[in-house]
């Protein structure tokens, strides 16, 4: 775990107390910050990464989860979900528990909307067979992160959307109050409807159960 002590003391070095309480504030943090911001961080995770390569799937995975299980710091985390995205050949549906517990864990819109956009959706692209099963039960289930998960996490899927998918992800989730899911699925419906403008209309249309910030958010772009 030489990356994980490196890490520790790269953000020990690089930070900036006087930042910190603010984004602590900012993020409603449990976890303290460091202070260290994206850019910062971005560089510190370059260097990290070329000085300590990972050697097999498995190395990297558990240096994931140890960063992340045992992080006294916020940008620790962040670390931990920068190493994920540093190894795409290791993206596979095996994944799933991981992510799933990165999830459920994490707890909060800025780890699980990185999670749900660029790890669970590429993977629902790939091997739609097994992922878009976990999602349908993900989008009734008691966590609401798991639940914003499924309906957020094709962003990314442009003309590849499942909108069959979306929609019962939507449908499952359109009378609950929480602000995280009404404003994940005006999110969902905003970005696909850059790709099929009159699916997202017909969608809001015949779903007057919709949230206002739900629906206004859909419609947006749309006039």
């Given amino acids: 775990m030489d990356l994980v002590g490196a ?3 790269g953000l020990a070095r690089v ?3 006087a930042k910190a309480d603010d984004m602590r504030r900012y993020m409603r943090s449990a976890l303290p910050f460091r202070g260290v911001a994206k850019p910062e ?3 510190l995770a370059k260097q990290l990464f070329a000085a300590h390569p990972m050697p097999d799937a498995e190395t990297w995975v ?3 989860l140890e960063l992340w299980r045992g992080a006294e710091y916020r ?3 962040y670390l931990a979900l920068d190493l994920i995205g540093a190894y795409p050949r290791w993206q596979d549906v095996g994944l799933l528990p991981l992510y799933d517990e990165l999830i459920v864990t994490g707890a909060w819109w800025d780890f699980v909307d990185e999670i749900a956009s660029k790890r669970v959706g590429p993977l629902l692209r790939s091997d739609p067979e097994v992922v878009a099963p976990l999602l349908r039960t993900w989008a009734r289930d008691d966590d609401r992160w798991r639940r914003r998960t499924s309906v957020i996490c094709q962003l990314g899927s442009k003309a590849a959307t499942d909108t069959d998918l979306l929609a019962e992800c939507v449908e499952a989730n359109i009378a609950d109050q929480d602000f995280f899911l009404r404003k994940g699925i005006g999110w969902a419906l905003r970005q696909h409807a850059r790709t099929d403008p009159h699916w997202v209309r017909a969608f809001v249309d015949t779903h007057p159960a919709l949230s206002p910030l739900s629906r206004r958010e859909a419609l947006k772009h749309l006039g």
């Fill in 7 to 9: 890490a520790r003391a």
């Fill in 15 to 17: 930070a900036d107390p």
């Fill in 41 to 43: 961080r971005a560089r």
């Fill in 62 to 64: 558990a240096t994931v």
């Fill in 75 to 77: 940008e620790e985390r």
